[in-house]
């Protein structure tokens, strides 16, 4: 019985221990939650929508707030651009909202490619 006794004063030392083990393996491996790049700008709020599509695609929908930029007129627009916020990206497939990402890095902007329209869970959407 005094065993026992003992043995269970160890039991709180044994489930740290095991506990800290299982977060160290957790980390190695990659598994830990992190907070994905999106998600820290969203939070941050610091951020302007840009719709790289045609006009045409843009009223057919588009995500709430965004603002339309198609990607052939980014260059020459990007005066309406605030270099102290991420530009986020997207269009319909991400094929421009890439040309659009590498354009606006090229000339200094903070930019996150969001790819494309359908795919987008994170904002509202509308018409």
Same mark, same amino acid.
């Given at each position: 019985?005094?065993?026992?006794? @003992?043995?269970?004063?160890?039991?709180? %030392?044994? =489930?740290?221990?095991?506990?800290?083990?299982?977060?160290?393996?957790?980390?190695? !491996?990659?598994?830990?939650?992190?907070? !994905?790049?999106?998600?820290? =700008?969203? &939070? &941050? /709020? /610091?951020? *302007?929508?840009?719709?790289?599509?045609?006009?045409? &695609?843009?009223?057919?929908? @588009?995500?709430?707030?965004? =603002?339309? %930029?198609?990607?052939?007129?980014?260059?020459? #627009?990007?005066? &309406?651009?605030?270099? /102290?916020?991420? %530009?986020?990206?997207?269009? #319909?497939?991400?094929? #421009?909202? *890439?040309?659009?990402?590498?354009?606006?890095?090229?000339?200094?902007?903070?930019?996150?490619?969001?790819?494309?329209? $359908?795919?987008?869970?994170?904002? $509202?959407?509308?018409?």
């Amino acid at each position: 019985m005094a065993q026992i006794k @003992h043995n269970m004063k160890k039991l709180p %030392i044994i =489930i740290l221990t095991a506990i800290a083990l299982v977060n160290i393996m957790m980390l190695m !491996s990659g598994c830990q939650k992190q907070i !994905s790049e999106l998600d820290r =700008i969203v &939070e &941050e /709020n /610091n951020y *302007t929508i840009v719709d790289v599509r045609t006009k045409e &695609e843009y009223e057919t929908g @588009h995500v709430k707030d965004s =603002i339309n %930029i198609p990607v052939d007129e980014i260059q020459s #627009r990007l005066n &309406e651009l605030d270099k /102290n916020k991420t %530009i986020i990206v997207y269009c #319909r497939s991400g094929k #421009r909202s *890439t040309t659009a990402y590498n354009i606006l890095i090229e000339n200094g902007y903070k930019s996150y490619n969001l790819g494309a329209y $359908e795919s987008i869970t994170k904002f $509202e959407k509308g018409a």
